[in-house]
C-alpha cells in the first residue's frame, strides 16, 4: 500500500530541479522499504536497554532481534540494533517520511494546506501507531517535534549551529514546513517535473535509510557489551553493600577484644619491661666476662676481623668501668691480646709488597684499634715510597744504552713508567684513600649508594675530623713523586730529542707521560696534576723545538762556511767565475731543503693526541713556536751570519780570516734570492702546514721584514765590495800618477800605463761579475764619441760642477750594473783627486787628454742610460778640470791626433772629424 501511495503522489522535493540533496558525513538510516522493520527494531532495542537497567526483578532479557522479527515482512532481512539515540532517530525518519507521504496521497491535485492533516498509511502504523502528528507525547510535546528533536540529536545539529539553514522552503532547515512547500511544488511544476522530483525524493530517502542501517549494523556489538557491563556493574554494587556491612561488624568485634587485652596485661606490663632490660644487661655482662677468651679464640683462628669486632663493641664499656675491680681484670687482659694482635697484623702488612687488599685490611684494623693516625699513614707511605724507588730505578736502567738507541729506548722508558710506576703509584693512593679517606659522598650525608651502604658494614670508616689531615699528607706526598718523575721523564725525553728523535716518536712519548699522569689526576684531583701535565707537554714541545731550531740555524752556517772554503780555495782565475753560480744555486737549495723538512717533520706534532692536551698547541704552537720562532728565527740567522761576512776579516772559531771579495758578491746574490723568491715561498708553506684563522696579516708583515733583512744585507755586502774594489783600483791610479813626473813628460803617443791598468782591472771585475743579472740595456751599440765630442762633454760639465752633484759611495745593488758604475765612480773620483797635487806641463795636459779619452772609449760599453752617461761624463769633467787647473800652459792638442791614437792603442775604429 505504501508503494502505490509513494507511485501516484506527486514528489516532494525542497530543492529547485536539477539540484542534488545535501549529504551529511556520519548519516545513517534503514532503507526506505524497510522503515517498519528499523521502527519495531528500534522499539525492541529500547525495550532491552530498559529490562536491563530495571533491577533484580526485570524481566530476563531478549535479543532485539527476536523481539521485532514478528513485526517484520516476509523476506525483510532484520538488522542489529543501534544505540537509544540511534533507535530514536531511525524512528524518527520513519515517521517523518510516513508523514511526507501522507500528505502526498492525501493532497491528490488541490493544494494540501486548506484543510486537515491526511490519514497515515499502514507504514505508519507499522511504525509505531500513530494516528496523527499533532497528537502530544509523554513529554508534553508534540510526537512530530520530539522526532525532528530526535534527529537532531542524532545527526549533531543544533539551532544556533553555524551554517544551519532558515528557509521555511528547505528540507534540511530546521523551520521546514511541508504543507508550503507542497503548495509552492503544485503551483509551479507540472506533473513530469513532479514525477522526476518524487523519484529524487525517494533515492534520497533510500541513501539515508541505508546509512542508517549500516551505523546501527557497525555499532551492534558495542551496544551488547555496555548491556553486559551495565549488568555486571549492577551485581558487583548489590554484593558489595552485604561486605561492607560484615567487614565493619568484624572490626566492631576486634577493637572490644583489642580493649579487652590491653585492660588485662596493663598490670603486668611494667614487669616485663624490667625483666627484658634485665635480660639484656645480663647478656651483656656475659659477652664481657667472656671478651678475653674470645679474643684469644679469634687470634689463634686468626680471625682477626671477628676479633676486632669484639673489641670495639665492648671497648667502650671497658673504659669506662676499669676502675671497677670486677672490669679491671678483663680490661687489662682484653689489652694484652690486642696489643699481640696488633703485633701479627702490622707483620701481615710488611710482608705485602704492594697495596694488596690483605694491607688494606690489616690497617684498617689497625685504625680501628689505634687513634694514632700518624704512624699509620706514614707506614703506608713508606710503603709506597719503596714501591717507588724500585720502579724508578728499573725504568733508570732502560736509558743505559747507545745514544743510537736512544729514541726507541725513551719511548719504553715511558711505557714502563706508566705500567709500572705511575700504575703502582695510583694502586697505593687509592689504598690510602679507602683506608684514610673513605667516600666523601658518604661522609657529607649524600644519599646512600651501594657502596657507601657496604662500607657503613664495615669494621671502620674514617672519622671526619681526621680526613682533613690525611688529605694534606697524600698531597704532600703526591706533589712530591710527580715531580720527580716529571722531571726524569723530561730529561729523558731532551736526550731523546738532543739524539734526533723523530717527531711521531716524540709525539708517542709525550702523549703517553701525559696519558699517565692523566691517571694520577684522575685518583688525586685537587693536586693539580693535570695542569702541571700539560705545562711539562708544553715545556718538552719549545725546547725541542728550540734544539731544531738551533740545530736549523747550525746547518745553514755551516753551508756559509763551506761557501767560503770553496771560495778561498778557488782563486780568483777567471776559470772559477762561473762555479760561483752554481755555487750560490746549491747552497741556497740545500737551505731550503732543510727548511722545509724540518717544517713537515714538526708537522707530526700537531696530532689529535696533544691538541686535546693543552690549548698550546691549538695557537702558539704553529704561530709563536714554529712559525715565528723557527722560520722566522732560521731566516734571521741567515741574514745575520751574511753581514758577519761584510768587514776585511772575520770570526772563524779562533782565528780571524780574510774574507774574499768573491765570497761578499756570493752572500750577496743568496740573500737577494731569499728575498726575491724563498722568504714568501717558505712562509707560504709554513702557513699551509700550520693553518691559524686570521693570519695572513701576520704572514705578510713577516714577509716584508723578513725581506727587508736579505735586501738590505745584500746591499751592505755589495757595496762593502764595489768600495774594496774601487779602492784598489783608485790606489793604484794615484800611486801611478803620484810617481810620474808630469813636468817632464814627452809629447803623448798612447795612453798611459795607469790607463791599461784600471781597464784590465775593470774588465777582471766585469769577468768577476758575470753570474750576476744585468739590469738596464747594457748591450745598446750607440756611436763612439770623440775627442771633440768629450772635450765639449767636459766643457759642459765643467759649468755643472757646482749645480751638480754625484755621490760616489752610495748603496750598490747585488747587479752588475750597479757593481760596475760604483767602481768606476771611485776610481775616477780617485784620478781627479790625485790630480790636484800634482803639477802638470804642456805634454803633460796633453797626454791627460789622450788618457781620458781611451778612458771615455772605454767607459762606453757600460753607459745604458741617459743616467749613466751623465754621471761618467760628470765625473770626467771633474777629471779634465783637476788637469787644466794644475798644468802650468794649457795648450790644446788636436782632435784628431788624440782620436787616431786612442784608436790605435785601444783597438777601436774611430769616427771622423766631421762626424764627430
Not at 689531615?469 to 736526550?495: E, M
Not at 753581514?643 to 772575520?650: C, D, F, V
Request: proline letters at 4%.
Amino acid at each position: 500500500m505504501a508503494s502505490k501511495d509513494r507511485a501516484s503522489a506527486p514528489p516532494v522535493s525542497s530543492r529547485p530541479v536539477g539540484e542534488s540533496p545535501r549529504r551529511r558525513e556520519t548519516t545513517s538510516a534503514l532503507p526506505a522499504g524497510a522503515a517498519g522493520a528499523a521502527g519495531a527494531g528500534a522499539a525492541g532495542a529500547t525495550a532491552s536497554a530498559s529490562t536491563a537497567g530495571a533491577g533484580p526483578g526485570a524481566q530476563p532479557h531478549h535479543h532485539p532481534r527476536s523481539a521485532s522479527a514478528a513485526s517484520l515482512p516476509a523476506g525483510h532481512v532484520t538488522q542489529p540494533p543501534a544505540s537509544a539515540a540511534a533507535s530514536a532517530a531511525a524512528t524518527a525518519a520513519q515517521e517523518e517520511a510516513a508523514s511526507v507521504h501522507s500528505h502526498e496521497s492525501g493532497g491528490g491535485s488541490h493544494p494540501a494546506g486548506a484543510g486537515g492533516r491526511a490519514r497515515p498509511d499502514s507504514n505508519s502504523e507499522m511504525a509505531g501507531g500513530e494516528s496523527t502528528d499533532d497528537e502530544v507525547g509523554e513529554d508534553g510535546k508534540p510526537k512530530r517535534q520530539r522526532r525532528r528533536g530526535m534527529l537532531k540529536l542524532f545527526y549533531g545539529t543544533t539551532t544556533g549551529q553555524a551554517g544551519v539553514r532558515s528557509n521555511p522552503l528547505d528540507l534540511d532547515s530546521n523551520t521546514f514546513r511541508p504543507n508550503e512547500y507542497v503548495d509552492r511544488m503544485l503551483r509551479q511544476c507540472n506533473l513530469h517535473e513532479l514525477i522526476r522530483h518524487d523519484s529524487q525524493l525517494s533515492s534520497q530517502i533510500k541513501a539515508l535509510d541505508s546509512d542508517m542501517q549500516t551505523l546501527v549494523y557497525e555499532n551492534y556489538n558495542k551496544f551488547i557489551s555496555a548491556t553486559d557491563t551495565i549488568r555486571k556493574m549492577k551485581g558487583q554494587v548489590e554484593n558489595m553493600d552485604d561486605a561492607m556491612t560484615s567487614l565493619h561488624s568484624k572490626m566492631q568485634a576486634i577493637a572490644k577484644t583489642s580493649a579487652k587485652i590491653d585492660e588485662t596485661l596493663a598490670p603486668k606490663r611494667n614487669q616485663i619491661l624490667k625483666l627484658s632490660s634485665s635480660h639484656s644487661l645480663l647478656k651483656k655482662l656475659q659477652f664481657l666476662f667472656e671478651l678475653p677468651s674470645r679474643l684469644k679464640m679469634c687470634v689463634d683462628k686468626q680471625a682477626y676481623t671477628q676479633a676486632v669486632k669484639y673489641y670495639a663493641k665492648a671497648s667502650g664499656i671497658l673504659n669506662k668501668y676499669k676502675h671497677m675491680d670486677s672490669f679491671r681484670s678483663i680490661h687489662n687482659e682484653c689489652n694484652e691480646i690486642v696489643a699481640q694482635l696488633q703485633q701479627k697484623l702490622m707483620s701481615q702488612a710488611e710482608a705485602q709488597p704492594t697495596a694488596t687488599e690483605q694491607l688494606v685490611d690489616a690497617i684498617k684494623l689497625l685504625a680501628s684499634l689505634s687513634t694514632d693516625f700518624s704512624k699509620l699513614h706514614d707506614f703506608v707511605l713508606k710503603k709506597a715510597a719503596d714501591q717507588w724507588a724500585i720502579d724508578t730505578r728499573q725504568q733508570a736502567e732502560i736509558l743505559n744504552t747507545d745514544a743510537a738507541e736512544l729514541p726507541k729506548k725513551t719511548e719504553e722508558f715511558v711505557a714502563f713508567g706508566n705500567r709500572n710506576v705511575l700504575f703502582h703509584l695510583a694502586d697505593w693512593i687509592l689504598a690510602f684513600q679507602d683506608i684514610f679517606i673513605g667516600d666523601q659522598n658518604s661522609a657529607d650525608g649524600g644519599p646512600d649508594t651501594p657502596t657507601q651502604a657496604s662500607a657503613k658494614e664495615q669494621i671502620y670508616v674514617p672519622a671526619p675530623a681526621a680526613i682533613p689531615a690525611a688529605q694534606k699528607r697524600l698531597k704532600a706526598f703526591v706533589d712530591d713523586l710527580v715531580s720527580q718523575y716529571i722531571a726524569s721523564a723530561g730529561k729523558a725525553v731532551t736526550k731523546a730529542v738532543e739524539a734526533g728523535i723523530p717527531s711521531t716518536q716524540y709525539v708517542s712519548c709525550v702523549s703517553q707521560l701525559y696519558s699517565g699522569l692523566m691517571k694520577i689526576h684522575t685518583v688525586v684531583p685537587d693536586a693539580g696534576i693535570g695542569k702541571r701535565a700539560g705545562d711539562c707537554i708544553v715545556q718538552q714541545t719549545k725546547q725541542m723545538v728550540r734544539f731544531i731550531g738551533t740545530k736549523l740555524n747550525e746547518k745553514g752556517q755551516s753551508a756559509l762556511q763551506r761557501a767560503l772554503s770553496q771560495v778561498m780555495t778557488g782563486g780568483g782565475t777567471r776559470s772559477t767565475n762561473l762555479n760561483v753560480a752554481d755555487m750560490v744555486s746549491s747552497t741556497q737549495q740545500y737551505l731550503v731543503d732543510t727548511c722545509e723538512g724540518v717544517l713537515k717533520e714538526l708537522r707530526a706534532v700537531m696530532s689529535t693526541e696533544l691538541l686535546s692536551c693543552h690549548k698550546y698547541f691549538g695557537h702558539e704552537f704553529p704561530v709563536r713556536t714554529v712559525r715565528v720562532g723557527l722560520l722566522q728565527g732560521f731566516l734571521s740567522s741567515i741574514s745575520n751570519t751574511a753581514m758577519l761576512y761584510i768587514g776585511p776579516t772575520a770570526t772563524e772559531g779562533d782565528h780571524q780570516i780574510i774574507v774574499p771579495a768573491k765570497f761578499r758578491l756570493f752572500l750577496s746574490s743568496l740573500c737577494a734570492s731569499f728575498a726575491a723568491v724563498h722568504v714568501p715561498g717558505l712562509i707560504a708553506m709554513a702557513a699551509q702546514l700550520y693553518p691559524v684563522d686570521d693570519s695572513h696579516e701576520s704572514d705578510q708583515f713577516a714577509i716584508e721584514q723578513q725581506k727587508e733583512m736579505f735586501i738590505h744585507a745584500s746591499q751592505c755586502l755589495v757595496s762593502y765590495f764595489v768600495i774594496g774594489q774601487g779602492r784598489a783600483i783608485a790606489n793604484m791610479i794615484i800611486a801611478a800618477v803620484g810617481d810620474t813626473d808630469w813636468l817632464a813628460c814627452q809629447p803623448p803617443s798612447a795612453p798611459s800605463p795607469y790607463v791599461q791598468s784600471f781597464i784590465s782591472s775593470v774588465e777582471s771585475a766585469d769577468a768577476m761579475l758575470n753570474y750576476l743579472k744585468n739590469e738596464g740595456n747594457a748591450n745598446v751599440v750607440s756611436p763612439l764619441p770623440g775627442s771633440r765630442e768629450l772635450q765639449a762633454k767636459i766643457a759642459q760639465t765643467t759649468r755643472k760642477l757646482f749645480s751638480e752633484r754625484v755621490e760616489i759611495f752610495t748603496s750598490s745593488s747585488p747587479t752588475k750594473r750597479s757593481v760596475l758604475i760604483g767602481i768606476i765612480k771611485i776610481v775616477l773620483k780617485a784620478l781627479s783627486e790625485s790630480l790636484r797635487r800634482t803639477t802638470l806641463g804642456v805634454n803633460a795636459l796633453r797626454q791627460f787628454h789622450v788618457d781620458c779619452q781611451a778612458i771615455h772609449l772605454f767607459l762606453h760599453r757600460y753607459i745604458d742610460s741617459e743616467t749613466t752617461d751623465r754621471i761618467f761624463a760628470t765625473l770626467m769633467g771633474q777629471v779634465g778640470n783637476s788637469a787644466a787647473q794644475r798644468c802650468i800652459e794649457i795648450v790644446d792638442m788636436d782632435f784628431e791626433a788624440i782620436d787616431r791614437i786612442c784608436g790605435e792603442q785601444v783597438g777601436l775604429s774611430q769616427p771622423s772629424s766631421t762626424e764627430a
